[in-house]
């Protein structure tokens, strides 16, 4: 997560950032899964679902713009928000809800999964924390070169906002992001029932495995 993160933050290609920002993520899940206990493995699915939503609207939201120009090196942008101001609206909420801000889907999935590393191992918590840390640091960083400044580049000048068919689209993944943040019981409640039972079973084989390794140890 952290050499992922790392590598993200030098990335100056746009879509190759938001690549290495959903590989980290999945760094975030895998941690919650192998931490085998009820909040980290209910925050790796509630993260792999939020993800979902909003990996894919960053990678659509940085496409609105690119596809018209010749390239998606995060230099070649800025002042934005001049010309887009939907477009940059729409574009933070996504970024902020990549990065763990409580009030979205990403806060929750994040925060269980610290919670439950944090129970099976303080070190591992220690680098998702700072995973965590470094990847709000590049997306910040995107942000700012890409929609604030100001706007000087002549093509961006003509640039034209987010339309009619844009907003529709955008919309009922908005709804979802902060209806998973706000309201994450509505998620959790369904999850819990089978992560319950997964780790039951999971603790039984282990149970039955051991059990069989300590009679043959006898013999």
Known sequence: MIYTSLVALAQEDMKKLIAYSSVAHMGFVTSGIFSVNQQAVEGAIFQMLSHGFVSARCS??????T????TRKSARYGGLVHRMPRYAAVFMLFMLASVGLPGT???????????????ANTWVALLIATGM????????????????????KDDLKSILDL???EIAIFIPLIILVLWMGVYPSSFLEPISVSV????DNYHSALAAVDGGTSLAATR
């Open 60 to 65: 659509c939201a940085s496409g609105s713009f």
């Open 67 to 70: 596809t018209g120009c010749i």
């Open 105 to 119: 889907s990403g806060f929750v999935g994040e925060f269980l999964i610290m919670l439950g590393a944090f129970e």
């Open 133 to 152: 840390v470094l990847g709000a640091a590049y997306m910040l960083y995107l942000y700012r070169r890409v929609i604030f400044g100001e706007l000087s």
């Open 163 to 165: 339309n009619t068919r």
């Open 196 to 199: 319950t039972n997964l780790l």
